[in-house]
């Protein structure tokens, strides 16, 4: 009879991880949202676990350190925002070694019991910490204090959470690719589209948020091809892209339309914000020297086109059009300046070999 009862509790409790198991492996399934899987593979765990405070540490790459990604418990909120260098704490060394750490009663472990009692307030009695892995790459580390433990159990969660991340990051590249230009690393044509049409959709919508459009052509840059080549002209395309986003900034997205046509736009910005920034990026390309890393000193210009969505234009095509032609009108006639839908001729900056400077505008 002992027997059998120890037969029913061992048959439980295999049921009970096959539950887990299959509530897990039905969330991979059902979403590729990263942060909605390790949610849903974090509860499960703490629902089986029961642990009083545990957090889920993803490894960033570029930092090389770890990160909170989830925190659940009393110090949760402390956690947001703080890093942890590899080797250095619990977290830090299981990512570094790649090896879980488990203390099942930290009393009666010398190190542990001291850091326990020179640390009250963090009431640690056990700790667990696994590494979620990919081959030889550690992904991040989960981390719990005060729980029940089954290492093997725990091991095989974190496979799945290493399943989830690599499935979520794969999708995440496919889009990226989708949107993004090879050559320059900026949004394609694409992405710009998309990215108007909910622009224009909001005020459709009833919601009214005007923004701008800029177009930009790189002046003969077709004797920098016939001069040099196409592998420097592409790298030239490659480090004006890279000086577009970094003057733009983060707010202002930046794309290559094609060939050497590259596209800002400008959220939220009305037309004399927009054209303070179009001014900053044309003087910003006229004063900047390329391919310096390829023994070459190139100086280029650019024909800048502005339009201000909805005056100059209340549709994806029409603003599309009002910008490309405002760029057209500078390239065929001064090239190295600014032309503003809407606007009158005036002056806007002056060239360095020059005493006067023209922005091109049209009512």
Known sequence: MKQRRQF????????????????????????????????AIMDKMANFFGPERWSLLMFDPVEKDLYYAIAVGEDSVSLRGLRVPLGQGVAGWVAATG????VPNVSLDPHWSTFARNHPDLNIHSIACVPIRSG?????????????Y??????????????????????????ELTITDDCTGLFNARRLYTMLDEKVALTHAGRHVPFSLLFMDLDH??????????????????????????????????????????????????????????????????????????????????????ATFPEDGDSVHSILRAADSMMYEVKN???DDIAIAGSPRHITSIKPAQSERRAVGYR
């Open 8 to 39: 029913e509790v061992i048959e439980s409790r295999q049921m009970d991880h096959l539950r887990v198991f299959h509530d897990v492996a039905r969330t991979l399934t059902t979403s590729l949202e990263l942060e909605e899987i390790l949610r």
């Open 99 to 102: 090896n879980p750490l488990v």
């Open 136 to 148: 030889e790459n550690t992904l991040g580390v989960i981390q719990l204090l005060n729980s029940k």
């Open 150 to 175: 089954s290492i093997s159990f725990l091991r095989i969660l974190c496979d799945y959470a290493a399943i989830a991340i690599q499935n979520a990051r794969s999708v995440t590249l496919i889009q």
């Open 221 to 306: 840059f077709k004797c920098v091809n016939d001069t040099h080549g196409h592998l420097i002209g592409s790298r030239l395309l490659a480090e004006v892209g890279g000086l577009l986003k970094r003057v733009a900034g983060p707010r202002n997205p930046a794309f290559r339309y094609g060939g050497d046509e590259f596209v800002v736009l400008m959220p939220s910005a009305d037309k004399v914000t927009a054209a303070g920034l179009t001014m900053a990026l044309c003087d910003a390309l006229r004063e900047q020297t390329f391919l310096t890393g390829n023994n070459l000193a190139l100086r280029i210009t650019g024909s800048f086109g502005l």
């Open 333 to 335: 006639t001064t090239r």
